[in-house]
């Protein structure tokens, strides 16, 4: 295909964004011959607040020998109530979920696309987009204009170009998060043991994510109660002998969680990731998801740009727009019914969770990609489980 960039010709691909899902997409459109541009706001490698746990399925569509570091690997999970009736279970998953730090993840994938020929410009924020025929016009924030056939936009959760196609969210939590050092004797009684405690407010919990020697703990709660989330976040800091400690790291992030039914595409863009509002709504889960939708935008995207008819415009587009929704949103669906449970009654949740080994190796199996949330809440013990909570409820 053409050199993009030069003589004033467009390039294939542009990908905004840097993190999994266009790091991904870059990689991917660049593997399939295409001339990939791909932009970064911040500088590579850039902290990003994110739990930095890969379940299985996220691992099964990383590339090979990635050569991310993996700082723990998680053995066990120990579930809690405010501090209550913690009750711990141990993994026996083939695939056990993996720990990293994202800005670890994100530059070895940034690395990954750039090996495969994308052109990687961090520093470099955009600010508008504009349709054209057979192009898209990208504007970056210092006046530059950039030519594509194809976009993928992949910004984040406060995305730019999200706004631009029209994606709409329905549940939007705010995620409070520290990376704290801790002694060797804290160190080990974490190891390979991550915590998930159901909170105080609708929908609310905290984790702790062991990495060596040092944690990753938060709190998510839906956006609106930024006082209640921060006390929450206070409190549960103290419990777990963490609030003294000095962050590396403290930040908060939104999380946002698309609309069914909402846009993926406008013309030769296309949206992925964060940027689609591609997140679990149970767990806040996302990077699963932007691997995913990323590795499928990077195949549409080229498919985009290689379009000479109007109708192979379309199948690229249909083809992309058909995996999300037949694939992620039918993920997100079943989430959401896990998740109107829970928020009603986390109690009861808890106790359907860590009273019968059956729940429990399921979830396992799920964290290993063993299976699916829909195929989980498919089974009979787990549709009248369901059932019976939502009555309670």
Known sequence: MTAGGSDGKPWDVVVVGAGPAGATAARVAAEAGCDVLLLERAAVPRYKTCGGGLI????????ADLGVTIRDEVESITFGLRGRRERTFGSTAAVRCRMVFRDELDAAL?????EAGAVVRDRTAVAALEDVPGE???RTG?????????????????SRVGRHVGVRCEQVDLALEVEVPVDPRDAAAWRGRMLMEWGPLPGSFGWVFPKGDICTAGVVAARGQG?????????????HRLADRTPLHDTGHLTRCRHPGSPLARGR????????GLCDPWSREGISFALRSGLWAGDAAAGIARASQQADLERALAAYTGAVRS???????????????????????????????????GLDSYLGGETTIPALLGTPIARTALKALKFFA
């Open 136 to 138: 898209v016009v990208v």
């Open 227 to 239: 006082e209640a989330t921060k006390a929450y976040m206070r409190e549960f800091l103290e419990r």
């Open 110 to 114: 940034t690395k990954a696309a750039a």
């Open 142 to 158: 210092g006046g530059e204009r950039i030519r594509a056939r194809a976009v993928v936009g992949a910004d984040g959760s406060a």
């Open 269 to 276: 863009t296309i949206v992925a990731g964060d940027a689609a």
């Open 327 to 361: 694939i992620l949103e039918v993920e997100m669906r079943a989430s959401r019914d896990v998740m109107d449970v829970f928020s009603k009654r986390p109690t009861l949740f808890h106790t359907a969770l860590t009273a019968t080994p059956v729940a429990w190796r």
């Open 56 to 63: 299985g399925c996220s691992q099964a569509f990383l590339p």
